[in-house]
């Protein structure tokens, strides 16, 4: 499985968009600073993920929620942020 997922800075508020085969590892990255990206908003919380079966896909949904306003907005107003 692919996931997407977006990640929520525990003291900055900053939201993080993501994509990844094992979820757990890249999470563990993210909040152990090797992520050069998400490094200086650590710690981090994981908002929501999805999941898809090929690759492709999930870096479609990615590249969507990051480049259009209207997608991101969609999916935050359904999680709740």
């Not at 919380?45 to 896909?57: Q, S, T, V």
Request: net charge positive; hydrophobic share 35%.
């Amino acid at each position: 499985m692919y996931y997407v997922y977006i990640l929520m800075s525990k003291t900055h508020k900053q939201i993080y968009i993501g994509s990844t085969r094992d979820l757990r590892r890249r999470f563990k990255e993210h909040n152990m600073g090797m992520v050069f990206s998400s490094k200086r908003y650590m710690p981090w919380d994981l908002l929501y993920y999805e999941a898809y079966i090929a690759e492709n896909f999930a870096r479609m949904r990615e590249k969507r929620l990051k480049y259009n306003g209207n997608a991101i907005r969609e999916l935050k107003r359904r999680i709740g942020l």
